[in-house]
């Protein structure tokens, strides 16, 4: 958590203040003020941009941004001008983004099961800079196929994952860890250029710092952060940083080609991380720098011909842009409006909206929307909701008016671009899911322009104006904080000690793929376990991977390992699998033990050198007739949603152990068998729960719960004792669940957001007395803590199981003449082995 949330931002600080001090030093500035900071943060994406574009430079590019820095540092060392309140406001705003994160006291990232992209941009930043855009060395794997459908098929830009791999690289901190800082970290640039941009306006320090700090946060921005809208809190920063630069060029009285660099810079930077999407900012900008320009001319001031010097500058500066420019438009085409030929609103609504309920309202560009979802599919019916957002656009209206008659332009500006921005997309009829974005990028600036007429007013010297100052910045400020403390509280927090085993088993497999993976797990195959050409069922994956039944997984699908041939696992030499109660038992050419076992993962590979070969294998237990759990093609009646398996052994009939050992005689083998007893699972919907406080799902067994209090009772009787039998809950939990057995509370699960057909353990392993007992799932009531809210239902509950312990499970080899010895025992699978 301090490395990620305290050494991370300040390593990002020290870059930007570095690179910073030399592009104001290309630029002919004396001093070194706060907005250095994100301007080197900006000179740091274009320089990263440039040398990540080719596969020889890609691995200099982390390198070549520390030592500029270092080397910025210097200069900067004696001529830093850093306003304590400017830099107190972005550290406040670090905190506000960090909160969902901070508070739930473990290093994670927000968004995850509601927008699964985060996998993606990690998977990004990976190969970024390690190979750059090239795939030539990598081998055949999801990890591979997802990447080239991205950055070679669809030439997505490379901005935004430059300064995450840059701080991970310095730092050594997993990118998945400081991906939410880095979020973070681009709010609090934002504050800097707020900031700057009211220099002309508010002059008190701490009342600009309290603006900025505010109108860094806007509802919609946080909602995006709050589920890893990289780009979008990426490009922001960027955005105001460019009008910021632009507003000093205007304002200064003696213009030389030099000061035009922090302009190409930060248009440079905007341009490779939103591609040529960037036209609907830099257009309006460009054209209204001109409108200026020519009316000064006009009024008599020599015209700067200088500032062309930015345009070959910003397109040389932009250079990682171009090559990929035919193959951006050609992809993105069906995003980019409603009306495309290869995109109907009505009949493909996931490419319109993405991961948008609905569309988004212009009236969000306020700032403020006090519901827990920014993607809340009508205005909450709150009159406050409305009120505020309105003071808002008044407050805006008139410090807008009172600036432009005083001939400051940077705030008009600001809103100016943002506003048109909006209205050229809403013009050319873009999908909402763009809109969507646009709106975030702009929203801080109407939201700045309405927190600073509140500080207009505070500054007058009448009572009445000063009273309506402080009742203006409070409701503002009230209503963006509130908004935001909603959305905190229904962020979803990515499971963090799970994944981390990815992380531990990365440095196992790395070089020992391929790897298959069974379970849909997208930040194992696009990030943790990219060294090991990971492969799942479910995912995008280069070759067909079908179950018994001849099913394909589609995500998000579950299967039993049990549910794949041994022919199907054979070329995957490193094998992942979830531990729970009802997984199989992997085949022996992954040898009988784990290479690594966790708490939430185990490790199989195959030995280098087998001393053994499985000639067959025959599964018994329901995999044959629930034999996955999820999504699936191919299959008789689609769509098909079987209950998840809880079977995982079952008792051959003798006539097939004979079969076995009949022909395992003819092949000169012998019989293998894993011995086990099954576990004791009831399904949610079989256990007694009240129907006021749940939404069962009879087609997977699976119940979600409506209100806090709601409980479901597993009753189970015991014929005999049993002792360390583990509990667990089959499901995915935000809120999570509380537990208790026989009235006795015996544990909880919570921030455990799982996919299908996974379980959690609960407390300890119990003893427990013949008889009846009951196992008791309470949904708690929601509390200050982030997520608890889980407004969108991530607490489902499918399963409660009692497994036996390990101890009680073994391997069984007989030879052909005592076969039968296995019937009448309970068998997760017979194997016909020889030697190798």
């Keep these: 958590m301090i490395l990620s949330w305290a050494l991370f931002p300040l390593v990002l600080a020290a870059v930007g203040l570095g690179w910073g001090a030399l592009v104001e030093w290309a630029a002919g500035e004396r001093q070194v003020g706060v907005l250095a900071i994100p301007l080197g943060l900006a000179g740091a994406i274009v320089v990263a941009g440039i040398l990540t574009m080719f596969s020889f430079s890609a691995p200099a590019a982390a390198p070549v941004v520390a030592v500029g820095a270092l080397a910025g540092l210097v200069r900067a060392r004696s001529r830093c001008a ?21 508070l739930s006291g473990q290093a994670t990232f927000l968004g995850y099961v509601r927008l699964d992209d985060t996998a993606t941009w990690l998977g990004f930043i990976d190969q970024f800079f390690a190979h750059g855009r090239s795939l030539s060395t990598l081998p055949s794997s999801t990890y591979e196929l997802l990447l080239y459908t991205n950055l070679t098929t669809s030439g997505y830009p490379s901005g935004a994952f430059m300064l995450p791999g840059v701080g991970h690289w310095i730092t050594g901190i997993d990118a998945a860890w400081i991906f939410q800082p880095y979020l973070a970290v681009c709010a609090a640039a934002l504050a800097l250029c707020c900031w700057e941009l009211l220099a002309p306006v508010v002059k008190g320090g701490w009342l600009r710092a309290f603006v900025a700090f505010i109108a860094a946060q806007s509802a919609l921005l946080f909602g995006y952060a709050a589920w890893g809208g990289i780009k979008e809190l990426t490009a922001a920063f960027l955005f105001a940083l460019g009008i910021a630069v632009t507003a000093r060029l205007l304002a200064a009285e003696k213009l030389g080609p030099r000061a035009t660099v922090p302009v190409a810079v930060a248009g440079a930077a905007l341009i490779v991380t939103l591609g040529p999407g960037v036209v609907v900012y830099v257009g309006p900008a460009a054209l209204a720098v001109c409108g200026v320009l020519a009316w000064r001319w006009r009024q008599g001031a020599r015209p700067f011909f200088g500032s062309l010097v930015a345009i070959p500058l910003t397109g040389l500066l932009a250079l990682p842009a171009w090559p990929t420019l035919s193959a951006y438009l050609s992809a993105n085409s069906a995003f980019s409006s409603v009306a495309s030929s290869s995109v109907s609103v009505s009949s493909n609504h996931a490419t319109a909206y993405g991961n948008l309920i609905s569309a988004l309202r212009a009236i969000q560009l306020g700032g403020i929307w006090i519901d827990g979802d920014f993607r809340s599919p009508t205005p909450p019916p709150s009159f406050i909701n409305h009120l505020l957002i309105y003071l808002v656009f008044a407050g805006a209206l008139f410090a ?104 531990k088993i990365s440095t196992l497999t790395a070089g020992k793929g391929p790897t298959f993976i069974n379970e849909y797990e997208i ?49 995957y030499r490193s094998l992942v699998i979830r531990i729970g109660p009802t997984e199989g038992r992997p085949p022996t050419i992954y040898g009988r033990a784990p290479v690594w076992s966790g708490r939430y993962y185990q490790l199989w590979q195959q030995p280098a050198h087998a001393t053994e070969q499985v000639l067959d294998q025959v599964p018994f237990g329901d995999v044959t007739n629930d034999a996955y759990c999820g999504n699936a093609s191919n299959v008789p009646s689609e769509p098909y949603q079987p209950l998840c398996p809880i079977a995982p052994a079952g008792v051959p009939a003798c006539s097939k152990v004979r079969s076995l050992a009949s022909t395992a005689a003819v092949d000169g083998g012998d019989l293998l068998a894993y011995e086990r007893p099954d576990p004791i699972v009831v399904r949610a919907t079989n256990t007694t729960w009240t129907p006021a406080g749940w939404d069962p799902d009879p087609a997977s067994g699976a119940l979600t719960p409506v209100a806090a209090g709601a409980s479901a009772t597993a009753h189970i009787v015991l014929a005999h004792g049993v002792r360390n039998y583990q509990l667990w809950l089959g499901g995915s939990f935000i809120r999570g669940f509380v537990v208790a057995v026989d009235g006795r509370r015996v544990g909880s699960v919570a921030n455990q957001l799982n996919p299908p057909g996974a379980y959690n353990r609960i407390g300890t392993p119990l003893t427990l007395a013949a008889g009846d007992h009951t196992i008791t799932v309470t949904y708690p009531s929601a509390d200050l803590g982030p997520g608890s809210a ?38 997760d699978w017979i194997e016909i082995i020889k030697p190798a």
């Excluded at 850093?82 to 901070?102: C, E, K, M, N, T």
């Excluded at 400051?408 to 997309?425: E, R």
């Design 82 to 102: 850093l306003a304590a309140p400017a830099l107190v406001a972005a550290v406040g705003v670090l905190a506000v983004y960090g909160a969902p994160v901070i």
């Design 400 to 503: 807008l008016a009172w600036t432009l008659q005083r001939r400051n332009l940077a705030l008009s500006l600001y809103v100016g671009v943002a506003l048109a921005s909006i209205a050229v997309l809403s013009l050319l009829g873009s999908v909402p899911w763009v809109m969507g974005k646009s709106l975030a990028i702009s929203s801080p600036a109407v939201l700045l322009a309405g927190m600073t007429g509140g500080a207009i007013l505070f500054n007058a010297r009448q009572v009445v104006g000063v009273v309506a100052g402080v009742l203006l910045l409070g409701a503002i400020a009230g209503g963006v904080l509130w908004s935001n403390y909603l959305q905190y509280h229904n962020v979803t927090l990515a499971p963090r000690a799970r994944l981390a085993e990815f992380q």
């Design 523 to 571: 930040y194992a195959d696009r990030h943790f376990l990219r060294d090991a050409a990971p492969i799942e069922p479910a995912e995008y994956r280069p070759a067909d991977l079908p179950t018994l039944g001849n099913a394909y997984l589609t995500d998000s699908a579950w299967a039993n390992i049990d549910a794949f041939a041994v022919a199907t696992l054979a070329p």
């Design 790 to 827: 889980d407004s969108e239902s991530y607490s489902t509950l499918f399963a409660i199981a009692l497994a036996p312990p390990d101890s009680t499970m073994r391997y069984v080899e007989v030879s052909p003449a005592h076969a039968v010895s296995l019937c009448g025992h309970r068998l």
